[in-house]
Structure formats: structure tokens, C-alpha cells
């Protein structure tokens, strides 16, 4: 048993992962998984119905899955509730509200879990309507957390309003008119002059008709399944579904790309990762205590899937949004995540420590952590704008300043970790401190490398794209700090002005340096990168910054206090 | 690396180019102290030339005794040339907008921020003949013109100020002009990226025979104000200062394309014929994003639009020293290229 549970507990993680590519509706009447394989277009994208499922939830709820008292809802069948049976979907407690202000506005009480219903909504929107009016004209960052919460409240409730109105169909035109302006999502394949596919919203579609025409199979298919799930008939709403199936099998559209995201949308590969890094971290903190009993190789087997995983999630969100990997704040986190974890490998394949393997998996941990939060706010695959659309740019300037962030936090890393075991462990251990500090300058070298060409790349992106090759843009100048930083670290290393424990501290003070660069700059409300102030991140990020402070301190006082 | 943190955060509340200005396009970052400018840090400039004095120095030192490290001797010298380049496209490069209607053709550009006032001679049936002062030199004073036989006496000057009609607050400061009917108050400049100055003054023009009167003039005031002086027609503007170039540019077409069923734009892209009667070239071009047009050492970018689509505004750029980055990157890179190369298999080959 001791020799084979490590490979044991890599078999059970597989086979959780591959249980994970099983469609989740099997038990139903209804055959809602091919409901939720049905192309939309939103947000200038083909998708699938089940990511407008799954990102409506998640903006409105922070979840992707709804627990009622009686069962539990997916965010598809959560969708199909507020669509087709609004008045049971209108009951459950979905809206996340935690700010005692807005609620206080809106004559609500706080409760244990903080979730409110469409319904006990409804008759306090005239309020919420005029007060986030009042603030909408302000700049983000201007605004206080109260207004920003209860303009956030505003835009959910029109989101869930408007998924209402998105399959309904009416007779009269006026009600058609209305009902074409407010719906969340267009699922109608019309074509326009030219024989390309226009997709139009349902009542769109029915305006357009032709006087004596048959309305679109879409529209058709849709209100039929609407009916029948209203009515709680599988047979009607079955048959509807499998003639617009048929229908569609004609239809020349991103077929393949809209499947793929389906089935990534189910294996929610960096949840798994995220989770199995996790366990690594912890393993590989046990196995120090107890050794010998396999949790070393286990994490070895464990990690590597999970690396596995996370590669193939970031593959696959290249392919489907036909991009390269990073193109947002999300994707940035998703992808130096994915570098790190892989020099931590890398690292581990050359110094065979152990040390590799930790820091892969804690930062691996935290990347995507950071990842899941930033995944709130919207769909993480969505299209590029005008000035970022090329692709050769965001596959080199983005990607090697990415790298460059990622290589810095890892030497900061690892310093850290230097410097904690240093403290803690006390006696010397000079094979271990050498070693130790050959990866961190090796990564530091790396790290120097990458963010100084990420840099330059940047530099010409803008020199082709708005005549200056520099703007004093703020993301630039958090860039110019990483750079300047590396270069520091390793001119004192070089000089001998800074000694191995120093050069660790300097190290981790890259930490802080690229956090500032990554995340704080988007904060501060001005320039081309701004995503305006996010109070919550920025809580984290000073108590990060003010963590690797005291790791500094600890590491100076170990240096000073080993001279005497 | 302590004056870009503090010049990043200052952008905040003083705006990007004014902060640009005072932390990095100067050589010292003042501070008022009383009726004193004190210089309390160094600014990009100063840094700029330090840094770029230190490298030169370490590399003069350090040839000799360090050949084998070729890799970062190259790199080092790339970095000299990039900073160098940098600081000469700080004090030589120009940067102006040109904003041009559909079917509109253009032979000038102009600045974003700086005016220039203007005394446009309109005798002559087939030429204007301008002059024009730099907004730098009007600062309240006297300007004597010789030439045109006028004195220009600049009574105010505001860098931002703010214009109204109101009869209320009694007669305005200009004797003569649109602006006898208006009311001008300074304000602050401002500080938010998305709005602009509104530089206006007063001045009072004076020939050989006395005083012709008051004006204001103001880029807000774009309506002709004249004079006549010595059997002359004038007219005086504040304007955004000009930059003419020896070709025209005319927009033919321009297209906004956003994603389906979005507002998020897809792709800016216009289409001008660019003439240029010495250079004997006629010719059209498609200037778009990432795809800027260069002729004759301008560069013409898109930049924004307006006017219902209507409007295409480029950016226009004349900088000698472009390429310089290019040049010094490339040797930095190709250095540290070098250095990594050799480190790694010397790295290896001691693990073997």
C-alpha cells in the first residue's frame, strides 16, 4: 500500500477529470446538453448557449451553480428557468448583494448568505434606476464603494431582465420593437444580402418578416422549447429540438469552435488544476515532516497533471477565441501561472530538490486563484479592441512581458522561500544555500532578459501604432520599474556589493516591483491600461506588498545578525 | 526608478502630459517655495544624461580589461544608444494631430497643446499673408512687429479659461470684436487626459496713429475679428499652432467597423490620397490601425475619429531620431543574447 498510493491517488485524480467530460444533464427528460450546444452570438462571438449560462450566473450570483433548499441548479438549468419559467426563477435567491449600504437603500435586511431573488427586487427598481443614474456619468474611480455596488446591482438586473425578454416572442409590433432592443443575445441565424449569417434577436427576426412568410426555424424551435419547458412536456420540447438540430446541421457556422468550448466550459480545467495544485503545495509540505512515505512522489505524479491540465485549458482558449494566450487581465494571470509552474518544473528537473516542485505548485496555487476572481466580471474570451487587434503584437510584446512578470515573481519566490527556510531551520546548510542561489540568479537573468525585450516590443508596438516609441504611459513606467529592478539586483550581485542573503532580499522586493507593474497601474485610473479601481484588489495587493516587506525585514535582520 | 514611481503616481491627479512635463521632460523637478522655483530632485532629463554619462564612462573603463565579455559590452552600448535617442526625440521630435473631414484636404497639421496667435494680412487677392507668434513669447507685454508697423501690447494671457455671455457681469475688456461680447475668466488647466485648455488673451493692437482697439482671442473664438491699419485688411486669431507640410493630404473614405451586436470597435481604417506637386507622386493610401503612412518624414497614424464617422483624426509625428530605438535594442538584445548563450554553456558544461 505505501509503495502504490502515490500512483493510486494519480489515478483518482485522472478519473475525477475525466468524469468531468461527461455532459452534467444525463438525468433529465429534457435533453438540456444539446439545448446548451446551441450557437448564439454575443458580445461580437459564437458561443454557446451555456457560456451565456454559465457568465450570467457568475456576474449575478459569483458562482456557477445555484443551491436552492430543496436541489441544487446548474447555471444552464438556472438559465432555462429565467428564461422559460420566470415566475419560479423569480423566487430564487440569486442576486449577491453584500454591501449593508445598498441594502439599506433598498429597505432589504442583511442575511446569513447574502442572496436576494429577482422578486423581493422588482419593486425597489424605480430607487436603484435613479440612484446608479446619478453615478453613472462618474468615472470608476471616482466613484465610492456604495455607488459602485449599487451601479453594479443596476447592470445585473437589467443583465437578468434582459436573458427574460432574450426567447420571448410576441404579436404586437410595438411589444416586438421593445423586445428587440432588450435582449441579451441574438440566437437567430438570419442572412443578409450578401448570404452571410447575420444573427438577429428573436423579435428582430420576426419584424423582419416578409408579410406570409414562415417565421425562421430558430424563432420557431425556440418558442416551441419555451412552451414545453414552461409547461414541463419532454416530448414537445425534445421534438422541437432535434428538427432545429437538424436544421443547424446545414448551417455553416464556427461549429467546431463552439463544441470546443462546451466541452471546456465542463472540465473547467483551471479549477482542476488550481485545486490539484493545491494538494501538491500541502503534500509536499507533509512529505517535509514525514518523509519517506510518499507524499514526495505523489506531489511529483499530482503536479504534473495538473500542469498537464493547465496547459491544454490555456491551448484550448488560444484555439477557441483564435488569439494568442494572453489577451486580458484574466488570461495574463491564467498565463504566468502557466510559466511559472513550468520553470518550477524545470527547475526541479535540474536541482532535483524539491524546491522546484513547491514553488510550482504555491504559485500555480495563487495565479489561478487570482484568475477565478478575476473571471467575475464578464466573459473571459471576449473579442479584442480595434488598437489590440493583432495578433502578431499580443503573441510577442504581451506574451514576453508576461514571462517577464512570471520569472520575477518566481526568483522572488524562491528568495522568499530562502529566506523563511533560513530563518526557521537556522543551521547552515551552504550545498542547499548554493544551490538556492544559482536558481534565483539563474531566473533573474531569465527574468532580466524577457522583461526588457517584453518592454522594448512594447515600446515599437506603440512606435507603429501612435508615432512614439515612449509615452510615459503608466503601465510602461511599471514596466521601465521591473526592468530597471533586474537590472539593479544583478549589477549588485555582479559588484559584490550585495551578498547571497541581500541579493534574496533585493529579490523579493521584485515581488512588489511587479505587482505594482501587473496590477497597480491598472488602478490608478489614467492612461491606455486603466481598468479603474477595484477596492477589493487593492486591499490584497497592499497586504501582498506589505507581506514581502516583512519577508525583506526578516531577511536583512538574518543577514546583519549572521555577521556578528 | 524613485522618480518614475513618483511621476506615475503624480499623473493621477495632474494628468499624464502635465506630469510627462514636470517629472520627466525636464532636468529638474521644482517646487515653489514662496515667490521661489527650488529645484528639489532631478528630473528624466538630468537622469537621462547621467545615466547615459555613467555607461559611457564604465564602458571606456571597462573595454579594456573585460574583452571576453563581449555580449554585455555590446549591450551596454545599446542602451547608450537607445537613451541617447531617446533624450534627442524628447527635445527634436514634433507631435501634432490632424483631424480631416470626409472629402476634406489638408496641407497642415496641428498642435494638441500649443496656439499661436496670428495676424493674417487678407490685401492681397491671391495670397493671406501670416504672421504668427508662438504661444510661448505671449506672456503679458509689449511685441513689436516692425514690418506690419503694428505694436501688439498682450494685456492677459491665460493658459485655460473659461467664456460666457453675460451681460450681467457688465463690459467686457474688448473694445472691439466677438469678443466685446464676451466675458473671459481664467481656470485652472486642466488635469483629466480627456479634456482640453482653452488658451485665450487680451490684446490691444496699436499702429503708428494710436490704439485700434481691444480684443480678445481665444482658440474658443474661432470667428473672424479684423482691423485695418494702414490701408490693410487684418485678421487676428488664436489658434493651435501650425504645422504645414510641402504635400496634401485629402480623406476619401473612412470606416468604423465594430463587432456584431457590440460597440466594441473592430477595426479604424481610412482611406486618403496623398499629393505631392514637387515629388510629382499622386497616390492613394490606407491608413489604419497599427498601419500609419510615412512620407517624406512624417508619419500619419490613426488616431481617433468624430462627427458621426464623419471625421478622421491622425496623429502626425516628425521625428529624425526614429529609428534610433530600433538601433539600440537591437544591440542590446543581440548582446544579452550573447551573454546568455555563453553563460548557459558554460553553466552546462560544468554540470557534465
Known sequence: MKRSWPLLSLIVAAGILAASFFPKHRSTDMRLDDVAALPVLEGGRVKPLDTIARVSLLMIHGRQTVHLPQR???????????????????????????????LGAIHMEQRKRPYYSFGELRPEFPTI?????????????????????????????????????????????????????????????????????????MAQSLLNLKPAARPHPAVVAYALMGQAYHDFDPTSFNDALARYREWLLNLSYERSRVQAELLFNRVQPFYFSLVVYLLVAIFIFVSWIKPQIGFERAAH???????????????????????????????SAIFVGWMTVGLGLVLERLYKNGIGHLVAACLGFLTLIIAHHLSNSGDTLEMMRAVLDSNFWLATHVVCVTIGYSSTFLSGFLALVYILRKSFQGAPDDKSDVSFEKMVYGVVCFSMFFSFLGTILGGIWADQSWGRFWGWDPKENGALLIVLWNAFILHARWSKTANRTMFMVLAVFGNIVTSFSWFGVNMLGIGLHSYGFMEETFIWLIAFMASQLLVMGLGTWLNFSHKK | ??????????????????????????????????????????????LGLAWIVNLSAAYVGQVRRHLHKVGLLISHLGLILLLAGQ????????????????????????????????????????????????????KAGELSLPRLGLTLSVKKYFPNAVLSMKPELGPSEATRGVGAKVHVEEAPTVTQDDEENVPSALVE???????????????????????????????????PRRYYFPFTITLKEFHHDIYPGTDIPKNFSSLVSLIDPEANVKRDNLIYMNHPLRYRGYTFYQASFGNNDQLSVFAVVQNPFAISPYLGCAMVLLGLAWHFLVSLTAFLRKRS
Open chain 2, 1 to 46: 526608478m524613485v522618480l518614475v514611481l513618483w511621476g506615475t503616481l503624480a499623473q493621477v491627479h495632474l494628468g499624464t502630459y502635465p506630469a510627462q512635463r514636470i517629472f520627466f521632460d525636464s532636468f529638474f523637478v521644482f517646487r515653489r517655495f514662496g515667490s521661489m522655483r527650488i529645484p528639489i530632485f532631478p528630473g528624466g532629463l538630468t
Open chain 1, 129 to 201: 434606476e435613479k440612484q446608479a443614474s446619478e453615478f453613472q456619468n462618474l468615472k470608476s474611480e471616482q466613484r465610492s464603494s456604495y455607488q459602485r455596488d449599487i451601479v453594479n446591482l443596476f447592470n445585473r438586473l437589467i443583465l437578468y431582465h434582459k436573458l427574460q425578454n432574450t426567447l420571448l416572442v410576441a404579436q404586437d409590433k410595438n411589444d416586438l420593437e421593445f423586445l428587440a432592443q432588450a435582449s441579451a443575445f441574438s440566437p437567430v441565424p438570419e442572412f443578409d444580402e450578401k448570404g452571410k449569417i447575420a444573427w438577429t434577436s
Open chain 1, 72 to 102: 441544487t441548479l446548474t447555471a444552464f438549468e438556472w438559465l432555462m428557468d429565467v428564461m422559460f419559467r420566470p415566475e419560479e426563477a423569480n423566487r430564487e435567491n440569486v442576486f449577491r448583494i453584500d454591501n449593508p449600504d445598498v
Open chain 2, 205 to 239: 493692437v496699436k499702429d503708428a496713429q494710436g490704439s485700434l482697439g481691444t480684443w480678445w482671442v481665444s482658440s474658443a473664438l474661432g470667428a473672424p475679428q479684423s482691423f485695418n491699419s494702414n490701408g490693410k485688411d487684418y485678421e487676428i486669431y488664436l489658434r
Open chain 1, 301 to 331: 505524479h499530482l503536479i504534473l497533471l495538473a500542469y498537464l491540465v493547465h496547459t491544454v485549458g490555456l491551448f484550448a482558449r488560444m484555439i477557441i477565441q483564435a488569439r494568442p494566450p494572453v489577451t486580458n487581465l484574466y488570461s
Open chain 2, 87 to 138: 533624450f534627442f526625440t524628447q527635445v527634436f521630435s514634433i507631435e501634432s494631430h490632424l483631424p480631416i473631414q470626409i472629402g476634406e484636404s489638408q496641407n497642415y497639421s496641428e498642435s494638441s497643446r500649443a496656439v499661436e496667435l496670428v495676424l493674417i494680412d487678407k490685401s492681397n487677392r491671391d495670397f493671406d499673408e501670416v504672421t504668427s507668434i508662438p504661444s510661448g513669447k505671449l
